[in-house]
């Protein structure tokens, strides 16, 4: 059974950085796609970065540039370092896999981590 454990989050101001982790349970982790999807209020969520098992990465548009994924394989983690900030980054951050883990009751979801950009 997968579980998903976000940290990182916080207040920062317009400019800032902030590094997000997740670390991920489950015996597929090193041969699955990973992504950090973000969920801005009154938004739908949406995949902001993908790194697959090979260390590919893909970013939306919004990000490039200023956001970077990584992974540790051995420590089963993955990594957002979040440069330059600006308010329109604000949203809960989620990690999974790139499509999502699946459950019997459809996706699974972590709790995700709470990222405010504001002065």
């Known amino acids: 059974q997968v579980q998903v454990v976000e940290s990182g989050g916080g207040l920062v101001q317009p400019g800032g950085s902030l590094r997000l982790s997740c670390v991920v349970s489950g015996r597929t982790f090193s041969i699955s796609d990973m992504g950090w999807y973000r969920q801005a209020p009154g938004k739908q969520r949406e995949l902001v970065a993908q790194i697959t098992s090979v260390g590919s990465t893909i970013y939306v548009d919004s990000v490039k540039g200023r956001f970077t994924i990584s992974r540790d394989y051995a420590k089963r983690t993955v990594y957002l370092q979040m440069n330059s900030l600006k308010p329109e980054d604000t949203a809960v951050y989620f990690c999974?896999?790139?499509?999502?883990?699946?459950?019997?009751?459809?996706?699974?979801w972590g709790q995700g981590t709470q990222v405010t950009v504001s002065s």
């Open positions: 999974n896999r790139s499509p999502p883990y699946r459950t019997v009751s459809g996706d699974y």
